[in-house]
């Protein structure tokens, strides 16, 4: 690798600024490729492409990553020929540009070490170049996009001034790390530059210290640009130099060249601000807070401090007298439910702190939809609305995997091929739809798709195939939709390398589950079908619904709960080696006593039940009921790790503090669904 | 006195508690605190030895009871009986526990050249729990390691513990009769 980068372990924080700024902008190159493919025939898209290339081009090159800088040179000549509509957007040019995406990324993610396939990188470098030799170098443009207003507006080229500059570094310039050369490689950048060096200052050789600068130069800049973007070039090293910018009159010939390399600086800086603002990168540890946020925090914590005053002086006064004492009485309510109230909203704010837009994760699937596409031959459309919801960052890290394989899913399933389509009577290209969105306390995101639906027919005979379905069973149609989710099942004819090997789905469902969530699938044949995904808002606080089983308190998450009932004992059986059989509405839920599930004191015969009450909860599209010697309230209960100071308890998801101080388990009710078929059978029965 | 020397003479203060009969030590920088024995809350399919978690400040810590944890005779829970608090490192991760001991002796300075290495102690004690002997005066502490003394990650999975856990469904007897471990 021929980059020298930055190793000093002090300019890591540096590096990981850069490297996000990088994925930052190679985002914004994807998305602009994607759009560009999809027919956008704005020059505006063209331009944002062109500013994330030059960014990140004169970040590698400002911290010496001369790999990416030489690698994103040549990405942005040739951006650059498509700005100047001299070569004309096809798709075999997106692909190539989408591929260096891919190589960039890759030598963004070695920066601080590794490597990566400097043979493939160095191959799709060629044949950028020799995208470049097919452009010919006359001035007429090639066929070219359609020209807009936009483009015609830019086509007016503009006067190009003559500049002259008088720049002298200070002795010290060099000890910064300073280069005079990366300011001149920024300056030819603008324009035409002709040096001039000054000697003067050079001491005679015994005096000379390598390590200051004894050189000034007197620059001449041939662009069309102002003062201020000179000086900006200039920013970074204010303190050790001086400069002066005059401007010469003259009049300039070369027209062409400097319209695109004006509106190119003149945009590259409000480009970059305009990146640092998107949303944090997923799986950093970091994350980038709205700075409205943080205020309404402050604003929380300032109202808090003076509700502490105003009890201090209430308290004080209060032990004056008596009287005095009963009145403050009623103050010190008021007080106290105000704190109440800002305790509340300063909960609320700090949890929003966690808060990203979905769209972080949502921005990765066009990409993935347009290689997928290309590559199963079929014409897909991404539809993506309600991407400014906002989740926990936890649980959208979460998210990212399963619903990558719903979409690989609805495009490799779902979507038929443009023939079947046709004859079908629909559109050639299909539709997937990504859609997030608020309902009640928790956050729906769906995947739909317009594609054939799930094929009950084929599903069924699969699942008698494997014995998950008894031949002389009549399941309803939503439970055969259902049985996609389960372990082993996957009805593609033909396994791709895009989906069909059999896991996925109910790799999807364990994923969601495990964080709170769960997954839904309604289908019509002939019509589309749609994975409905159900999340909790955040993973530190849930709806629990306390419960009591020996002197113990124990919390289940509400969402998972579908109903509770009162033991009626005629309604229980108990099959021999399975365990305990409760039937409600013709079916038959298997009974875990929480009891003996949780060694808990009178693991008492089947008989005590009557009177009980009965929990059903609902997980991995099981119903389970818990036997509970009785309901308490229900309450927000924010979940405790155990395993900060403990580790993992099986079937439990953590503990939280009640009111009274104690401390309560809360139940993990996607590992109740096991004990039906395996180990946890011997609990029910020792 | 400086800082240095103070840090220095911490260093070798222990925090001592009875066992059995038997005076142990911790090093008196990780003791967080000493409280009374309060009901826990048990928690399934865990080792015998962990009684449960407790409240300590808002923070879920769990209880270990030393007396099962070295296989001594189990007693029942008195009126000296503590829980020493306690800060252990594992794997570079700051952990706090509580330990049941029988009563809180003494705080002894004790150098290293008082310092003795761990004998083999046979079947009472496991020796990986033990950092060495300290002498003060004619007496003798054992001094714990106390990182080695809840190595959670050692700890088998729930479901075989479960097993092994049959004697201690009565968990509220716990409170004030330690029923025998398995």
Not at chain 1, 86 to 91: G, I, Q, T
Not at chain 1, 323 to 351: D, I, K, P
């Amino acid at each position: 690798m021929s980059s020298t980068g930055i190793n000093d372990s002090g300019m890591d924080e540096i590096r990981v600024i850069f490297e996000t700024e990088c994925n930052d902008g190679l985002d914004v190159i994807e998305a602009g490729l994607l759009a560009l493919e999809g027919g956008d025939d704005n020059l505006d898209t063209v331009n944002d492409i062109f500013r994330g290339a030059h960014s990140i081009k004169g970040g590698a090159a400002t911290f010496g990553y001369t790999n990416i800088a030489e690698f994103t040179h040549v990405m942005e000549t040739l951006l650059d020929k498509v700005r100047a509509e001299e070569l004309a957007v096809s798709p075999p040019l997106v692909k190539i540009f989408l591929e260096s995406v891919d190589c960039l990324r890759a030598m963004v993610e070695t920066m601080g070490g590794g490597s990566y396939d400097e043979e493939k990188t160095e191959k799709v470098k060629v044949e950028l170049e020799s995208w470049l030799d097919k452009v010919p170098n006359s001035e007429s443009p090639v066929a070219a996009i359609e020209p807009g207003s936009d483009t015609e507006s830019a086509m007016k080229a503009p006067e190009s001034r003559c500049w002259k500059i008088n720049f002298v570094p200070k002795n010290s310039f060099l000890l910064n790390g300073n280069q005079p050369q990366y300011i001149f490689r920024a300056l030819a950048e603008l324009g035409k530059v002709s040096l001039k060096p000054n000697y003067s200052n050079l001491p005679p050789f015994k005096e000379y210290k390598p390590e200051e600068m004894y050189i000034s130069w007197e620059i001449e800049l041939e662009a069309n640009v102002d003062k201020a973007q000179i000086l900006e070039e200039f920013d970074w090293v204010e303190s050790e130099c001086l400069v002066e910018v005059n401007e010469e009159k003259r009049p300039q010939i070369e027209n062409y060249d400097r319209r695109a390399e004006d509106s190119r600086s003149a945009d590259s800086s409000s480009g970059r601000r305009k990146q640092s603002r998107r949303g944090a990168k997923k799986d950093s540890g970091s994350i980038r807070v709205d700075i409205d946020k943080i205020d309404s925090l402050l604003n929380l914590v300032g109202e808090m401090v003076i509700n502490q005053s105003m009890l201090n002086n209430q308290f004080n006064n209060s032990s004056n007298s008596e009287e005095a004492f009963a009145s403050s009485n009623v103050e010190l309510e008021q007080s106290l439910s105000l704190l109440e109230r800002t305790t509340r909203e300063l909960q609320e704010a700090v949890m929003k702190i966690r808060m990203l837009p979905v769209s972080t994760t949502f921005n990765r699937y066009p990409r993935l939809v347009y290689d997928l596409s290309s590559k199963l031959d079929k014409h897909v459309e991404l539809k993506i609305t309600g991407e400014n919801t906002e989740l926990d960052k936890t649980v959208l890290e979460k998210i990212g995997d399963p619903l990558l394989h719903l979409i690989r899913n609805s495009l490799d399933h779902g979507i038929e091929s443009p023939e079947q389509r046709i004859a079908a009577g629909k559109d050639e290209t299909g539709t997937i739809h990504l859609s997030a969105s608020h309902e009640g306390g928790s956050v729906m995101i769906r995947v739909s798709d317009d594609g054939a639906g799930l094929n009950t027919k084929k599903i069924l005979k699969k699942a008698i195939e494997k014995g998950l379905v008894s031949k002389d069973d009549t399941p309803s149609e939503q439970q055969i939709h259902d049985l996609v989710f389960h372990a082993g099942f996957s009805t593609a004819e033909v396994v791709t390398d895009v989906s069909g090997r059999g896991v996925g789905m109910d790799v999807v469902r364990n994923n969601i589950e495990e964080i709170g969530g769960r997954v839904d699938v309604h289908s019509e044949a002939g019509k589309g079908s749609t994975f409905q995904i159900t999340l909790p808002l955040t993973l530190a606080i849930l709806d629990g619904q306390l419960i009591q089983v020996g002197g113990e308190v124990y919390v289940i998450p509400l969402l998972s709960i579908v109903e509770t009932v009162q033991v009626n004992m005629d309604r229980i059986n108990v099959i021999s080696g399975s365990g305990i059989i409760y039937r409600l509405r013709g079916e038959a839920i298997p009974v875990v006593d929480m009891r003996k599930l949780y060694n808990i004191t009178g693991a008492d015969a089947l008989d005590s039940y009557e009177g009980k009450q009965l929990v059903i909860v609902e997980s991995e599209r099981r119903s389970i009921g818990l036997v509970v010697d009785g309901l308490l309230d229900q309450h927000q209960v924010v979940i405790k790790s155990l395993e900060t100071n403990f580790i993992k308890v099986p079937g439990i998801l953590g503990a939280t503090i009640l009111g009274d101080g104690t401390v309560s388990l809360i139940i993990d009710v996607t590992t109740l669904s096991a004990p039906i078929s395996n180990d946890k059978t011997n609990r029910l029965e020792h | 006195m400086s800082d240095n020397e103070k840090t220095q003479e911490e260093l070798n203060q222990y925090l001592t508690f009875v066992l059995d009969n038997e005076e142990y030590g911790v090093p008196i920088l990780s003791v967080r605190g000493i409280q009374g024995w309060e009901k826990t809350t048990p928690l399934p399919n865990s080792p015998d030895y962990v009684m449960g978690i407790i409240n300590l400040r808002g923070e879920v810590v769990p209880i270990v009871d030393l007396r099962k944890r070295f296989d001594l005779e189990v007693i029942p829970y008195g009126a000296h009986t503590v829980v020493i608090v306690v800060r252990i490192e594992q794997e570079n991760k700051q952990r706090t526990v509580g330990l049941v001991v029988d009563a809180v002796a003494d705080v002894h300075d004790i150098n290293d050249e008082d310092m003795r290495k761990t004998p083999e102690f046979g079947e009472k004690m496991r020796n990986e729990f033990v950092r060495g002997l300290g002498l003060i005066d004619e007496k003798m502490v054992i001094i714990l390691e106390i990182d080695e003394l809840v190595d959670w990650q050692k700890v088998p999975g729930g479901d075989q513990v479960l097993s092994t856990k049959e004697t201690t469904e009565d968990e509220t007897e716990n409170e004030l009769v330690a029923t025998e471990a398995a």
